[in-house]
């Protein structure tokens, strides 16, 4: 006995009336069906509270390093008088917010020429292109493409097939089926991956909106008038790699993923609506696309290294001065004051710890690409 939830009765109606569809399709309606998907069904997804967590829940210092970003970024445009970045993605608006109180206190002058917009994913790719009346300087989006729907793939003798999903007894199943385009079966011969030379069964994710936001993207950095040059940034932090080291024989499973309750499960089928869908992010895609849009490459890095290069440490140092210099002198540390200020600063510590960790936050990618 199972119960069928109104969204997974909507999505077997839709097979039942047109056949198997694409698991990229299914991921689409399972994430952002108007009113019922994950994304906007109006419940807290991400935080504490949520499925998960972003490095802006972490700690205020990741805003700050992306402060300082923006701010080098001003500067390598000779300050402007207005200076607007637009942010995909925002979902709860905590990066912002940071970034906006981290200028106003350290930075007064850029405070003033910063006008800060965002968006948020609300309806799948399409909101995607939210943005003000004028082009932005910056596009910035945290943990924003590995949300995109994502198309399945799997080798079978030496032929690549596509997952799509069907109905069985009353329940979501997968079947493969020839690929529903020719961009699918072409992605990954157009990234030379030798996926042929591959065991049976391997599996990986295509991500074909990725591409699309990148022109998009592009379109809104060089704004209406293409005459115009006009000069300017994408910065980008995600998870994910290059293609030759994200499609790996050793990846055999691929790396979808599915988040509920702070919980990693491998169940994409259950529960539509309730779970998040994710998928590591193929940076080839946005750094090649990029180029044919007119952008060139200015950094493509680890978050470790990238908030390294931002000063995170420097600021730890003089939040550790600053705050908790007490903690020098033994005896202070010793009495219960001091106990509970030592417990603070192992929470700050760790936090930054957590953000620069290679196995874990720090080892997202950061990719800035400019006009």
Same mark, same amino acid.
């Given at each position: 006995?199972?119960?069928?939830?109104?969204?997974?009765?909507?999505?077997?109606?839709?097979? $039942?009336?047109?056949?198997?569809?694409?698991?990229?399709?299914?991921?689409?309606?399972?994430?952002?069906?108007?009113?019922?998907?994950?994304?906007?069904?109006?419940?807290?997804?991400?935080?504490?509270?949520?499925?998960?967590?972003?490095?802006?829940?972490?700690?205020?210092?990741? @805003?700050? #390093?992306?402060?300082?970003?923006?701010?080098?970024?001003?500067?390598?445009?000779?300050?402007? @008088? $207005?200076?607007?970045?637009?942010?995909?993605?925002?979902?709860? /608006?905590?990066?912002?917010? /940071?970034?906006?109180?981290?200028?106003?206190?350290?930075?007064?002058?850029?405070?003033?020429?910063?006008?800060?917009?965002?968006?948020?994913?609300?309806?799948?790719?399409?909101?995607?292109?939210?943005?003000?009346?004028?082009?932005?300087?910056?596009?910035?989006? +945290?943990?924003?493409?590995?949300?995109?729907?994502?198309?399945?793939?799997?080798?079978?003798?030496?032929? !690549?097939?596509?997952?799509?999903?069907?109905?069985?007894?009353?329940?979501?199943?997968?079947?493969?089926?020839?690929?529903?385009?020719?961009?699918?079966?072409?992605?990954?011969?157009?990234?030379?991956?030798?996926?042929?030379?591959?065991?049976?069964?391997?599996?990986?994710?295509?991500?074909?909106?990725?591409? $699309?936001?990148?022109?998009?993207?592009?379109?809104?950095?060089? /704004?209406? +008038?293409?005459?115009?040059?006009?000069?300017?940034?994408?910065?980008?932090?995600?998870?994910?790699?290059?293609?030759?080291?994200?499609?790996?024989?050793?990846?055999?499973?691929?790396?979808?993923? #599915?988040?509920?309750?702070?919980?990693?499960?491998?169940?994409?089928?259950?529960?539509?609506?309730?779970?998040?869908?994710?998928?590591?992010? +193929?940076?080839?895609?946005?750094?090649?696309?990029?180029?044919?849009?007119?952008?060139?490459?200015?950094?493509?890095?680890?978050?470790?290294?990238? !908030?390294?290069?931002?000063?995170?440490?420097?600021?730890?140092?003089?939040?550790?001065?600053?705050?908790?210099?007490?903690?020098?002198?033994?005896?202070?540390?010793?009495?219960?004051?001091?106990?509970?200020?030592?417990?603070?600063?192992? +929470?700050?510590?760790?936090?930054?710890?957590?953000?620069?960790?290679?196995?874990?936050?720090?080892?997202?990618?950061?990719?800035?690409?400019?006009?």
């Amino acid at each position: 006995m199972h119960t069928t939830t109104p969204l997974q009765a909507h999505i077997l109606d839709t097979i $039942h009336q047109h056949g198997p569809i694409p698991f990229a399709e299914y991921m689409r309606m399972a994430l952002y069906e108007p009113g019922q998907g994950y994304y906007v069904s109006g419940k807290a997804r991400v935080g504490w509270e949520g499925d998960f967590f972003t490095s802006s829940d972490v700690s205020e210092i990741f @805003a700050h #390093c992306t402060g300082r970003q923006l701010l080098q970024m001003w500067e390598m445009l000779k300050q402007p @008088a $207005h200076f607007l970045v637009l942010e995909q993605g925002a979902n709860r /608006g905590l990066l912002g917010e /940071g970034i906006r109180a981290w200028a106003s206190q350290e930075h007064p002058a850029f405070h003033q020429a910063l006008h800060y917009v965002s968006s948020d994913i609300g309806a799948g790719e399409d909101a995607l292109s939210a943005a003000s009346e004028q082009a932005p300087t910056v596009l910035l989006s +945290n943990e924003l493409v590995d949300a995109f729907p994502v198309h399945l793939v799997e080798k079978r003798g030496s032929e !690549l097939y596509e997952v799509y999903v069907g109905e069985q007894n009353g329940r979501l199943s997968e079947l493969l089926q020839a690929p529903s385009s020719e961009e699918v079966a072409s992605y990954l011969d157009d990234y030379k991956i030798p996926w042929r030379t591959y065991p049976d069964g391997w599996r990986a994710e295509i991500n074909l909106d990725a591409r $699309h936001w990148m022109r998009r993207s592009a379109q809104l950095l060089l /704004g209406s +008038n293409p005459k115009r040059k006009r000069r300017g940034f994408l910065l980008a932090i995600d998870y994910g790699d290059l293609a030759r080291q994200l499609y790996i024989p050793e990846r055999f499973t691929g790396t979808l993923a #599915c988040y509920y309750q702070h919980q990693l499960t491998e169940r994409p089928l259950l529960r539509p609506g309730e779970q998040d869908i994710t998928a590591h992010v +193929n940076f080839s895609t946005l750094i090649e696309e990029g180029r044919r849009q007119g952008l060139r490459l200015h950094k493509f890095t680890t978050q470790r290294s990238w !908030l390294t290069d931002m000063g995170i440490y420097e600021e730890l140092e003089r939040i550790r001065q600053r705050d908790f210099a007490a903690l020098d002198d033994m005896q202070n540390r010793a009495s219960n004051q001091g106990q509970v200020q030592l417990l603070q600063w192992y +929470n700050v510590r760790q936090r930054v710890s957590a953000l620069t960790s290679p196995s874990g936050l720090g080892g997202f990618k950061v990719l800035i690409l400019k006009r």
